[in-house]
C-alpha cells in the first residue's frame, strides 16, 4: 500500500526558509498527482500547491504564490515544497496527499485525496 512519509517541520522565524519532503513507498510519483495541505487550529484544511503525475502542471494557491514552490525528485520518488518568506500566517499542520484520479490531473478537494502522510507542523513565530 502506498505510504507517505514527510519530513522538513520545525519552527522558523519570519522571513526563514523551509523545505518540506514527502516520500512516496512502494509506488512511484508519476503514477499519482502529489499536493500539499495545510491546516491552521480552527480552520478547514486548504489546499497550498500541487504537482500532476506527468509533472507537467502545477497549481499553486494565491496565498503562497511566489513564496512557495512545489517540484518532485522522480529518481528519490520525493516531492518537495520549498517554502521562502514564511509568515506567521502560514503556522500549521502540513500534509501531503496523493490521488490515482483522473488522469493523474490536480483537484483541489480533500476528498479527492486517497493516501496522505502523518503531517508535519510549521510554526513561524519570532
Known amino acids: 500500500q502506498l505510504r507517505l512519509v514527510e519530513s522538513g517541520g520545525g519552527l522558523v522565524q519570519p522571513g526563514g526558509s523551509l523545505r518540506l519532503s514527502c516520500t512516496a513507498s512502494?509506488?512511484?510519483?508519476?503514477?499519482?498527482?502529489i499536493s500539499w495541505f495545510r491546516q491552521a487550529p480552527g480552520k478547514e484544511r486548504e489546499g497550498v500547491s500541487c504537482i500532476s503525475s506527468g509533472g507537467g502542471s502545477t497549481f499553486t494557491a494565491d496565498s503562497v504564490k511566489g513564496r512557495f514552490t512545489i517540484s518532485r525528485d522522480i529518481a528519490k520518488n520525493t516531492v518537495y515544497l520549498q517554502m521562502n518568506s514564511l509568515k506567521p500566517e502560514d503556522t500549521g499542520v502540513y500534509y501531503c496527499?496523493?490521488?490515482?484520479?483522473?488522469?493523474?490531473?490536480?483537484?483541489?478537494?480533500?476528498?479527492?485525496?486517497?493516501?496522505w502522510g502523518q503531517g508535519t507542523q510549521v510554526t513561524v513565530s519570532s
Open positions: 496527499a496523493a490521488t490515482p484520479g483522473l488522469f493523474g490531473l490536480c483537484v483541489p478537494h480533500p476528498r479527492d485525496y486517497d493516501y
Open positions: 512502494d509506488v512511484t510519483l508519476d503514477e499519482y498527482a
